[in-house]
């Protein structure tokens, strides 16, 4: 049996043929009715697309097409052995995959040329971190790490700081990891935060402990928080950032956890005992590292959303590709509502997820040129990762019921999709805190008079809207 194809620009492509439409229901009719109906191949120019990842292309400018089929043909080419070792757990750490991509130059996207990036789009980034999900979570996030480590210094950091990192990161010769989970701070990071950092002289001196850290095996430097005011109310007042290098005196990786999914990330627990970090390692403002936190989080966020959809993507193609050629009860799988509803379910989430995604890129950049709040960009950044982690889960779950027993082996990758996916939903932040910032954001913003100007009062239109004293007043 002929083993399925990825897409390629100019390449026939047989996920998008099912939806453009089929034969055999009228004359030039792209209806998918009649059980005689005809696939329609369709044949996608370069750098165009079509079928359920079409919409996006439209509303991408040039540079963010380019950028994005750029991307596609350098995940075409990493190795199946690579993704192999990752999860035999031959790599631990894969330094090949950093290499493939800072050879490519595509670390640090966004960041202005100067420090070896592009200056492209959130837009352009995201684009990418989803070509990136076609190899798992595991990879997409190690792409992803750059410009997650990298915001908290482009946008706070010192020039000193960005000439030695930022370039770093694009240009390989840093690969950096965040430090933020402790052991007895996840959700609650901040309430819960033990870390200390003390200053002595000219330095910060660091205590404590950081777990769960992607990339904490061979990263080369870590962007951490800790307490420099521990008596501050509220706590988010006495936290500041820091990048610590990898060969400080007194840091310790500790620990490298044995995952349910996700594996050869290095995922590392870090122990900092007496760690005297210079002063001029702290990121921002002192007791400022709230504010670098937040904004962190925006790519943090919006790449596991972004990585999702590929991830998604990648489970509802290989489904498809089964069911197209798999027969039960006299017809192909494709052709049982029960199996191509899953598919068209499938599909309409991961449209709506791009549509999301897409509308957050949107905000992040208007917040770059401070068009619009961080409280606007925060909510829709929590809607996009809370939206695309369970659009994933759900997505991957159906494709492996499509293909039934085999697709529990390890025949096909759906299985190492599922344990991967597992994990959206709780780091960077569960779905339950996701929940938390965006029904906190709204009411905010509904709290606000001026949001409500201009709007037409619904309440009025009730029949009995003029019954005051049954209504609740402010």
């Known amino acids: 049996m002929p083993r399925p194809t990825l897409s390629r620009p100019g390449s026939w492509r047989q996920i998008p043929s099912i939806i453009v439409g089929r034969q055999g229901a009228g004359p030039g009719s792209t209806s998918a009715e009649g059980p005689d109906a005809r696939l329609i191949r369709v044949k996608v120019p370069r750098g165009g697309s079509c079928g359920a990842r079409g919409v996006e292309d439209l509303l991408l400018t040039e540079e963010e097409r380019k950028i994005k089929y750029e991307v596609r043909r350098v995940v075409h080419d990493v190795p199946p052995r690579l993704i192999r070792d990752i999860e035999s757990e031959k790599v631990k750490f894969p330094r090949e995959f950093l290499d493939i991509i800072t050879r490519a130059r595509l670390a640090g996207l966004r960041f202005p040329a100067r420090y070896g990036g592009r200056g492209s789009s959130w837009v352009a980034d995201m684009q990418a971190v989803e070509e990136m999900g076609r190899l798992g979570f595991t990879l997409s996030c190690m792409y992803s790490l750059g410009t997650i480590v990298g915001e908290a210094i482009y946008r706070f950091g010192t020039p000193a700081q960005k000439r030695r990192y930022l370039r770093g990161i694009t240009g390989g010769e840093r690969y950096g990891a965040e ?6 701070g996840g959700s609650d990071l901040f309430g819960m935060m033990r870390t200390t950092a003390e200053r002595r002289g000219g330095d910060f001196v660091l205590n404590g402990q950081k777990r769960f850290i992607v990339g904490g095996k061979g990263a080369d430097f870590f962007v951490t928080y800790a307490l420099t005011s521990p008596s501050a109310n509220p706590r988010t007042k006495g936290v500041s950032a820091f990048v610590v290098d990898r060969d400080t005196p007194g840091l310790r990786i500790e620990t490298m956890y044995g995952l349910m999914g996700n594996k050869g990330g290095g995922t590392a627990r870090i122990v900092f005992k007496d760690a005297a970090v210079p002063s001029d390692h702290l990121i921002g403002e002192l007791h400022g590292g709230y504010e670098v936190f937040n904004r962190m989080m925006v790519p943090e966020r919006l790449t596991t959303a972004a990585g999702s959809i590929g991830v998604a993507t990648a ?5 498809a590709q089964y069911a197209l050629r ?16 899953k598919i068209a379910e499938s599909l309409t989430g991961i449209e709506h997820a791009s549509a999301l995604v897409f509308t957050a890129c949107r905000a992040a950049e208007a917040l770059d040129k401070e068009r619009t709040s961080p409280s606007h960009v925060r909510k829709l950044v929590s809607m996009a990762k809370l939206n695309s982690t369970e659009v994933m889960w759900g997505a991957v779950n159906d494709a492996m019921q499509i293909l039934g027993g085999i697709g529990y082996t390890t025949v096909y990758p759906l299985e190492r999709l599922l344990r991967d996916s597992r994990l959206g939903m709780i780091w960077t932040g569960t779905s339950e805190i996701m929940k938390l910032i965006i029904q906190h954001e709204y009411v905010r913003e509904i709290s606000e008079p001026s949001n409500l100007k201009g709007k037409r009062n619904i309440e009025a239109d009730a029949l009995d809207f003029d019954l005051v004293d049954e209504k609740v007043t402010p």
């Open 179 to 184: 430090a933020i989970t402790e052991p007895t």
């Open 315 to 319: 489970a509802i193609e290989i489904a």
């Open 326 to 341: 798999r027969k039960a009860f006299g017809a192909r799988l494709m052709d049982h509502e029960g199996v191509s509803f």
